[in-house]
């Protein structure tokens, strides 16, 4: 299996730029993950899909981020307008069956620089 | 809230000598507990995961024990090699969805 698959894997944009962020889970997990590594704040859930249905978009951190997940095969994490605080790691994560018990499946990350 | 804490790093060690890495919880439920590891520039990947109290999880040389008592999973391998040099998360998941709660990592540096 190919893993879970994310791209760009290095973006650099200009603050107010719109930046896509794209993943590709692994095929048959039903539950997508986006989570956000900086520095300051570790790593933090922004939302996870359930059979490309948003179910908690709680860690969002405001309107400027929107995700989707149009079908079980791929994701999108958009920030519009960006800005330079939101300079970061993004992880997208897979899992089969979305219980506590179950492991996560990462991709290797997209670095944002926003300047 | 529910949240991890592990020990602060870096952590700096010679090959071949023992490691503990300590991470304690704090969880409304009974939660799942994981070890994930990311080797640079790379994304994480789990290492070990205990689901119950009293659960051993192990993995590549690497043991932690599930210990409802004290809320602790501490990560323990007894002898490191330099290829272990990462950066270590403990994290904690109950909610139905999987939502994983990390610890904010603790980087680990092995010296031949």
């Known amino acids: 299996d190919a893993g879970v698959i994310q791209s760009p894997r290095h973006e650099v944009t200009e603050m107010g730029q719109e930046v896509t962020l794209r993943c590709k889970p692994i095929?048959?997990?039903?539950?997508l993950f986006w989570y956000r590594q900086t520095m300051m704040r570790g790593l933090e859930l922004l939302i996870y899909?359930?059979?490309?249905?948003?179910?908690?978009d709680s860690g969002m951190p405001e309107d400027r981020f929107s995700a989707k997940m149009p079908n079980a095969s791929f994701s999108t994490l958009k920030i519009q307008p960006s800005e330079p605080r939101d300079s970061a790691v993004y992880f997208c994560?897979?899992?089969?069956?979305?219980?506590?018990?179950?492991?996560?499946?990462f991709g290797p990350g997209t670095r944002l620089t926003v300047l | 809230g529910d949240s991890v804490t592990q020990m602060e790093g870096p952590v700096t060690l010679s090959e071949e000598a023992f490691l503990t890495i300590n991470c304690t919880y704090t969880?409304?439920?009974?939660?799942?507990l994981f070890w994930y590891v990311q080797y640079p520039g790379e994304g994480l990947q789990l290492l070990l995961k205990?689901?119950?109290?009293?659960d051993k999880g192990s993995n590549k040389g690497f043991e932690a024990t599930y210990r409802k008592e004290t809320t602790s999973f501490h990560l323990e391998k007894g002898s490191v090699q330099v290829s272990d040099s990462a950066v270590y998360f403990c994290?904690?998941?109950?909610?139905?969805?999987?939502?994983?709660?990390f610890g904010q990592g603790t980087e680990l540096s092995v010296k031949p």
């Open positions: 095929s048959g997990h039903d539950y």
């Open positions: 994290a904690l998941s109950y909610n139905q969805g999987g939502k994983l709660i």
């Open positions: 899909f359930n059979n490309n249905v948003p179910i908690d």
């Open positions: 994560a897979s899992s089969s069956a979305g219980g506590y018990t179950d492991t996560q499946y």
């Open positions: 205990a689901t119950k109290a009293d």
């Open positions: 969880a409304t439920g009974y939660p799942s």
